[in-house]
């Protein structure tokens, strides 16, 4: 059974690990009944539970005491749960409350996810054009919906892609605890009516091996550019079955970002045959200089689009229009409660993408 997230940072304490397992069987504000430990990390636990009301199997994050003193971590924690509740999107994980226990540990329910990390499907080998495409496309989707709210992720990695599990192929992005955040036009509001800001949202933190050149001048200076270079390092790893860079140590792996050309496919991995529209989109996307991207995740769904337009196979029509407003619908009928506007925004954004493929393809 995989869960939601993988929590980076350390191993939990022996007090932490003693608590998350005092917590299964419990219900947590009458609402939530604790059912297993899925996963523990240094700075939280993350539990299957049951939503009372409804049945439905949701996911749990709940603060180890020790990482609730560190005013850092509590901004982590922040960031994950306004994302996650602003934006309403099928290939972003939801988070529907963030609460507190009556220790005053705070915890955070989110949409449960059953399937692998991408990671774990890209340690597989290269995966075939038409799938790379198909889920880079759905990540250039997640990406437009936060960054239409001005929400970088700045920890956009295969490890924080989830491939979910079901007769369609659906990806989600996970874990925005290292978002840059208009801090200015969110805060959460608890149950007891209190609102909490979000602080200090501009810190150097990230993945090197995903990391655009530009974070070097800190992390405050990225913008959306940076989010699309990070699909570029993943979607050329995706069909490479390896990292467009060699280099292992931290530093020399950024430097190599910072001025290396990526290798050709072909020549990364002999053997691999990648079709030039496609790859083209990859290079462009991994381009050093942010104006040398695409301005927006928009243009990249357009650009796969038309990409995949050239492919042959008789798998290509696995990401046309109908099962993208299938997805959409789907996820609208579940969610109807929570996001009709922000739905009919996800709706548009297809349609939209649609009629932008059917021109590009004339």
Same mark, same amino acid.
């Given at each position: 059974?995989?869960?939601?997230?993988f929590?980076?940072?350390?191993?939990a304490?022996?007090?932490?690990?003693?608590?998350?397992?005092?917590? %299964?069987?419990?219900?947590? %504000?009458?609402?939530?009944?604790?059912?297993?430990?899925?996963?523990?990390?240094?700075?939280?636990?993350?539990?299957?539970?049951?939503?009372?009301?409804?049945?439905?199997?949701?996911?749990?994050?709940?603060?180890?005491?020790?990482?609730?003193?560190?005013?850092?971590?509590?901004?982590?924690?922040?960031?994950?749960?306004?994302?996650?509740?602003?934006?309403?999107?099928?290939?972003?994980?939801?988070?529907?409350?963030?609460?507190?226990?009556d220790?005053g540990?705070?915890?955070?329910?989110m949409?449960?996810?059953?399937?692998?990390?991408?990671?774990?499907?890209?340690?597989?080998?290269?995966?075939?054009?038409?799938?790379?495409?198909?889920?880079a496309?759905?990540?250039?989707?997640?990406?437009?919906?936060?960054?239409?709210?001005?929400?970088?992720?700045?920890?956009?990695?295969?490890?924080?892609?989830?491939?979910?599990?079901?007769?369609e192929?659906?990806?989600?992005?996970?874990?925005?605890?290292?978002?840059?955040?208009? %801090?200015?036009?969110?805060?959460?509001?608890?149950?007891d009516?209190?609102?909490?800001?979000?602080?200090?949202?501009?810190?150097?933190?990230?993945?090197?091996?995903?990391?655009?050149?530009?974070?070097?001048?800190?992390?405050?200076?990225?913008?959306?550019?940076?989010?699309?270079?990070?699909?570029?390092?993943?979607?050329?790893?995706?069909?490479?079955?390896?990292?467009?860079?060699?280099?292992?140590?931290?530093?020399?792996?950024?430097?190599?970002?910072?001025?290396? %050309?990526?290798?050709?496919?072909?020549?990364?991995?002999p053997?691999?045959?990648?079709?030039?529209?496609?790859?083209?989109?990859?290079?462009?996307?991994?381009a050093?200089?942010?104006?040398?991207?695409?301005?927006? #995740?928009?243009?990249?769904?357009?650009?796969?689009?038309?990409a995949?337009?050239?492919m042959?196979?008789?798998?290509?029509?696995?990401?046309?229009?109908?099962?993208?407003?299938?997805?959409?619908?789907?996820?609208?009928?579940?969610?109807?409660?929570?996001?009709?506007?922000?739905? #009919?925004?996800?709706?548009?954004?297809?349609?939209?993408?649609?009629?932008?493929?059917?021109?590009?393809?004339?």
């Amino acid at each position: 059974m995989s869960g939601p997230m993988f929590i980076a940072g350390g191993q939990a304490s022996d007090a932490a690990r003693e608590r998350a397992l005092a917590l %299964v069987g419990r219900t947590l %504000v009458h609402r939530y009944r604790i059912e297993e430990l899925v996963a523990m990390g240094g700075i939280a636990a993350v539990f299957r539970a049951k939503k009372l009301a409804t049945g439905e199997d949701v996911a749990v994050k709940v603060l180890h005491p020790d990482a609730e003193e560190l005013p850092e971590l509590i901004e982590r924690f922040e960031r994950e749960a306004i994302a996650g509740r602003h934006i309403f999107h099928p290939n972003v994980a939801a988070v529907y409350e963030i609460n507190q226990l009556d220790d005053g540990a705070w915890f955070m329910v989110m949409e449960f996810i059953r399937g692998i990390t991408l990671r774990k499907l890209i340690d597989k080998g290269p995966i075939p054009p038409v799938r790379a495409t198909n889920i880079a496309r759905q990540i250039a989707t997640a990406l437009n919906a936060a960054h239409d709210f001005g929400i970088v992720h700045r920890d956009v990695k295969p490890l924080n892609i989830m491939v979910l599990d079901g007769p369609e192929e659906r990806v989600q992005l996970i874990d925005f605890g290292l978002a840059k955040v208009p %801090v200015e036009q969110f805060s959460f509001t608890t149950d007891d009516g209190s609102r909490r800001s979000l602080t200090n949202a501009g810190v150097l933190l990230g993945t090197v091996a995903y990391m655009a050149p530009e974070a070097a001048l800190g992390m405050r200076s990225v913008d959306r550019r940076a989010d699309l270079y990070a699909l570029g390092v993943i979607l050329y790893e995706m069909l490479a079955g390896k990292h467009p860079f060699t280099a292992v140590e931290p530093s020399a792996l950024f430097a190599q970002h910072r001025s290396a %050309v990526p290798a050709p496919i072909a020549e990364r991995t002999p053997g691999v045959v990648v079709p030039p529209a496609l790859e083209s989109v990859v290079m462009r996307l991994l381009a050093k200089d942010p104006d040398d991207r695409f301005p927006h #995740a928009r243009a990249v769904v357009v650009a796969l689009d038309a990409a995949l337009q050239k492919m042959s196979g008789p798998d290509r029509l696995s990401i046309a229009a109908p099962s993208s407003l299938k997805a959409a619908a789907s996820f609208l009928e579940r969610r109807t409660s929570r996001a009709v506007l922000a739905g #009919a925004g996800i709706l548009f954004f297809t349609l939209g993408s649609v009629i932008a493929w059917l021109l590009v393809s004339r």
